[in-house]
C-alpha cells in the first residue's frame, strides 16, 4: 500500500516552564529569563540521551533519529510555555511518543536539578542522625543516676556534666536540622519547575492526506471567513496605526514616521550611517527637524526615548536619532539607561562594561564609560554591570549629577530607557530631561497602552514632545510613506508646500534609480 495515502495522525502536549527564584527578583527579569530557558529546553528535550529512554520506555524498534524525525518541539511566542508534537500514522504512537517524550525530559531535569544539592543535604542529614544517637546515649546515662538528691557530691557533679553535654547536643541538632530545612526550601525555591500545562489527547481525525474536494471546500469556506474575520479585525483593532489614532486619543503631535525596514535589515541597524539614502534615514532627519522645532527659542537639549511596550522600537529610534543629530553638526552623547534590558552596546559593537553604573559608582570610571563611535560626534554610554536596583540607582542624586556633566560635555543627551508600562524607571528619568519622545509600534502598540503611557509619565511631571510612529508599512515601491508623512499636519491637511514636496520627490526617485546621489533631505525647512 502507498504510505502517502495512508492516514496521519497528529498528537500534541504542552509544557511550562516556571524557573522559580527569590519571590523578591524583578518579576521583568524573571520572565525575560523563563522565555530564555524555555529556548534552551527546546535543544535539550530532542537530545540523544532522551530519545533513548523513550525508545526503550515504549520499546520502539525505530532508532532516536526516526524519533526526532517524528517530533517537532516548538516555543509558545512570549511565553514560557514549550509545545511537544508528534505526527505518524498510529493515533496511539504519537500520543505515547508525545507523553513519555515529556515525561522523560521532566524526570531527568528533575534529578539533574536534585543532584545539585543532594550530596550536602546527605552529608546534614548523616550528622544529624550521629548526633541523635549521641544524645539518646547521654539520656540514657543521665535516667541510669537514678534520684538526683540520692547522689553524692561527686556524682552529681557528673550527672551535672552529662546536663549539660544533652543541651549542647540538643542545640547543634536544632541547628543541623534547622540547615537541612533551609536547603530543602532553597531546593524548592531555586528549583525549575517543569508541568504538564495541556496533556496530549488521543487524536481521532487525520490531518492528511486532504482530498480535492476538501481542499475546494477548504478554500472556499476559508476565504468567507477570512474575508469575514479581515472585516471585523479591523473593526475591533484597537492597535495605533495612523497620525489620526494618536490626535485622537492623546493631545500629542506626530513628530516622525518611520518605515518598516527590508530584508536585509534589522532594528539593531543605524540606518543612518549604513544606509544613508534609504527611506528610513530620511525619515530619521524629519524627525530631527521635527524636534528643533517643538521649541525654537530653546531646543531640548537632554531628550529621553522610550515607549509603552518592550518591542514597540525605542533603542532602535534612540540610536539613529542621536546619529543624526550628531551628522547634523553636534557633540551628542547616548546614554543607555535600560539597565533591565540593554542593548546599545550591541548596536554600536561596544563593551558592556565599564558603563553607566561603573561611572556612577566611582567618578574616576566616568571618562572610560563615554566611548566614540563610528559616528562622527556621537558618544556612547554603555549599560554596565547589573545593578540590584535600577529604579533607586537612577533617581539618586549621583545620577542627577552625572547628566548634568554630560550635559556640558555634549550638544544634545538622549536616553534610552526601559518601557514606561513595564517598569518605573521610565517615569523617573521623564522627570530629569527636557522632553520625552514616545514610539509606538504601528499595528502593534495598542490605544489604551499608549494612553496609560503618556498619562504615566505626565503624572509625574515629564514633558512628551511628541510621537514617533515605528515599523509603518511603505507602499508604491516604498515612498509611500514619504507622501504619508508629509500629509499630515497639525490640522490633519496637506501642508502649503505639498506640490513643491512631490516635485522634489519625484526628482529624487529618478536620481535613485538611475544610481546618482539624491540631494533629497538637504533641505529640512521644506519637509519640516
Avoid at 296 to 310: A, I, N, Y
Amino acid at each position: 500500500m502507498n504510505r502517502n495515502a495512508l492516514p496521519v495522525y497528529r498528537a500534541s502536549t504542552t509544557l511550562s516552564i516556571d524557573r522559580g527564584g527569590d519571590p523578591r527578583e524583578d518579576p521583568y527579569y524573571v520572565i525575560r529569563t523563563s522565555e530564555a530557558l524555555a529556548s534552551t529546553y527546546l535543544v535539550q528535550i530532542e537530545a540523544p540521551v532522551i530519545l533513548e529512554e523513550v525508545r526503550s520506555r515504549l520499546g520502539l524498534e525505530m532508532s532516536a533519529n526516526a524519533i526526532k524525525g517524528m517530533l517537532t518541539v516548538s516555543q509558545v511566542e512570549g511565553t514560557q510555555l514549550i509545545n511537544i508534537s508528534a505526527q505518524g500514522y498510529d493515533p496511539a504512537l504519537v500520543k505515547a511518543l508525545v507523553e513519555t517524550t515529556a515525561q522523560v525530559f521532566i524526570e531527568h531535569q528533575t534529578e539533574e536539578q536534585e543532584a545539585r544539592y543532594q550530596s550536602r543535604l546527605a552529608d546534614i542529614e548523616a550528622q544529624a542522625a550521629a548526633l541523635e544517637q549521641s544524645l539518646e546515649e547521654t539520656q540514657k546515662s543521665i535516667t541510669g543516676m537514678g534520684d538526683p538528691d540520692a547522689l553524692p557530691d561527686y556524682a552529681r557533679l557528673e550527672l551535672a556534666q552529662l546536663q549539660t553535654q544533652r543541651t549542647n547536643q540538643q542545640t547543634r541538632l536544632s541547628v543541623l536540622l534547622q540547615s537541612a530545612e533551609e536547603l530543602r526550601l532553597s531546593m524548592a525555591r531555586y528549583t525549575t519547575r517543569i508541568s504538564v500545562f495541556e496533556p496530549a489527547e488521543l487524536p481521532v481525525a487525520p490531518i492528511g492526506p486532504q482530498t480535492m474536494r476538501n481542499i475546494m471546500l477548504a478554500a472556499v469556506v476559508g476565504l468567507m471567513i477570512g474575508v469575514g474575520a479581515a472585516f471585523l479585525i479591523e473593526y475591533l483593532d484597537d492597535t495605533v496605526r495612523t497620525p489620526d489614532d494618536v490626535k485622537r486619543v492623546l493631545p500629542l503631535s506626530v513628530l516622525g514616521i518611520v518605515p518598516r525596514l527590508g530584508k536585509n535589515s534589522s532594528q539593531a541597524d543605524v540606518v543612518v550611517a549604513e544606509h544613508p539614502l534609504r527611506p528610513a534615514a530620511e525619515a530619521f532627519r524629519n524627525l530631527r527637524t521635527s524636534i528643533q522645532f517643538t521649541n525654537l527659542d530653546e531646543p531640548p537639549r537632554t531628550l529621553l526615548v522610550t515607549s509603552p511596550q518592550p518591542t514597540d522600537g525605542k533603542s532602535f529610534t534612540a540610536a539613529n536619532l542621536a546619529a543624526v543629530i550628531a551628522q547634523g553638526g553636534k557633540s551628542v552623547i547616548l546614554v543607555d539607561a535600560d539597565l533591565r534590558h540593554p542593548t546599545l552596546h550591541r548596536t554600536f559593537d561596544l563593551p558592556l562594561e565599564p558603563g553607566l553604573t561603573e561611572a556612577l559608582l566611582a567618578a574616576e570610571d566616568r571618562p572610560r564609560a563615554l566611548r566614540q563611535t563610528e559616528v562622527e560626534h556621537l558618544r556612547v554610554v554603555s549599560v554596565g554591570s547589573r545593578a540590584p536596583d535600577s529604579t533607586e540607582l537612577l533617581a539618586s542624586q549621583t545620577f542627577k549629577r552625572f547628566i548634568a556633566d554630560l550635559r556640558e560635555q555634549a550638544d544634545v543627551v538622549v536616553l534610552d530607557s526601559p518601557p514606561v508600562l513595564a517598569v518605573a524607571d521610565a517615569a523617573v528619568l521623564s522627570t530629569l530631561v527636557d522632553g520625552v519622545v514616545l514610539v509606538m509600534d504601528v499595528g502593534k502598540t495598542r490605544i489604551p497602552a499608549a494612553v496609560q503611557a503618556a498619562e504615566r509619565i505626565a503624572s509625574v511631571g515629564g514633558l512628551i514632545l511628541g510621537v514617533v510612529l515605528n515599523r509603518v508599512k511603505a507602499r508604491s515601491g516604498g515612498y509611500y510613506y514619504y507622501y504619508y508623512y508629509h500629509d499630515y499636519t497639525d490640522n490633519g491637511r496637506r501642508g502649503p508646500f505639498d506640490w513643491l514636496t512631490r516635485r522634489k520627490h519625484r526628482r529624487h526617485r529618478r536620481q535613485v534609480d538611475s544610481g546618482r546621489p539624491s540631494a533629497i533631505g538637504d533641505q529640512p525647512e521644506l519637509t519640516a
